[in-house]
Every structure is written in C-alpha cells, then in structure tokens.
C-alpha cells in the first residue's frame, strides 16, 4: 500500500513539475513574441521614416528640375 502511496506522489510531482516547465515555457515565449513584436515596429517605424526621407529629397529633386526648366525657358526667350 505505501509503495502505491509513493508512486502516486510522485506521479503526481512529476506533473506538478511538468506543468511548471510548461508555464515557465510560455512565459519566456510571450516575453520573446513581445520583443518581437516591439522590433518589428520600430522597423516598420524607421522604414516609414526612410521613405518620408526619400520621398522628401525625390521631391527637392523635381522642384529643382522643374526651376532648372523654367530657367532654361527664360534664357531661350532672352536670346529670342
């Protein structure tokens, strides 16, 4: 009977601790999905702060196209 006793305690610490490996488990996993997650939005924030950036200097870019063009109209009228 004892030895029945003793078998079913320690069946039933190696599932207290199998469950507390597990908890711990999911505990880490959460902690890494939220770094994770906390990553991929600051390079999501970093790549929309390198295309406003692009965009910005593809823009200076057309306005001085643009000036260089009217320039070009003004000194073209001059020679006229």
């Known amino acids: 009977m004892q030895?029945?006793?003793d078998e079913m305690s320690m069946e039933q610490a190696m599932q207290a601790e199998k469950r507390r490996?597990?908890?711990e488990y999911l505990q880490k996993m959460l902690?890494?999905?939220e770094k994770n997650k906390k990553k991929a939005e600051g390079d999501k924030a970093s790549q929309q702060r390198a295309d406003i950036q692009a965009q910005t200097?593809?823009?200076k870019l057309l306005d001085k196209q643009e000036q260089d063009r009217q320039h070009e109209f003004k000194?073209?009228?001059k020679r006229a």
């Open 75 to 77: 000194q073209r009228e």
């Open 3 to 5: 030895r029945l006793r």
């Open 21 to 23: 490996q597990e908890r």
């Open 31 to 33: 902690v890494e999905n």
């Open 57 to 59: 200097e593809y823009a």
